[in-house]
Structure formats: structure tokens, C-alpha cells
């Protein structure tokens, strides 16, 4: 089960489908940048899941200059 909530694609899916799948993911998910913006961009709710590093980082945040370099890469 711990392989499955570190697999960077099935939570990529996952939270996807519903931005609380976060909540159940390893802890390098919940600091993957990447993932958090897409989590928060569709409820910011996801904030909550998230590693304080992240939480406290302002580039992590939708509509920072970083986010949105993230959302024109993908």
C-alpha cells in the first residue's frame, strides 16, 4: 500500500478525480510542487494536505509567477 501512495502517476490520477486523494499520499508527494498546484488550482482545501515547506512557500501558490510557469509547461 505504501508503494501505491508514492507512485507519482496513481496520485497524479487520483487527485485528478478528487484533490482529497492528497491527503493519502506519501509525504514527497504531498512536497511535490507540481501536484500541489494542480490540487490547490481545483480547491484550495487541498492546502491542508499539503508539507508546511510548501504551505509557506508563496512561489507554491496559484497565481504566483512560478504557478504560473507550471500551468503554461504543462
Known sequence: LAELKAD???VWEAVRQTVHALQYAVA?????RELVLVAVRQDKCALQHVVAELKAD????PGSRASERTRTAR
Open 58 to 61: 508563496r512561489n507554491a501558490r
Open 28 to 32: 514527497v508527494r504531498k512536497a511535490d
Open 8 to 10: 507519482r502517476e496513481l
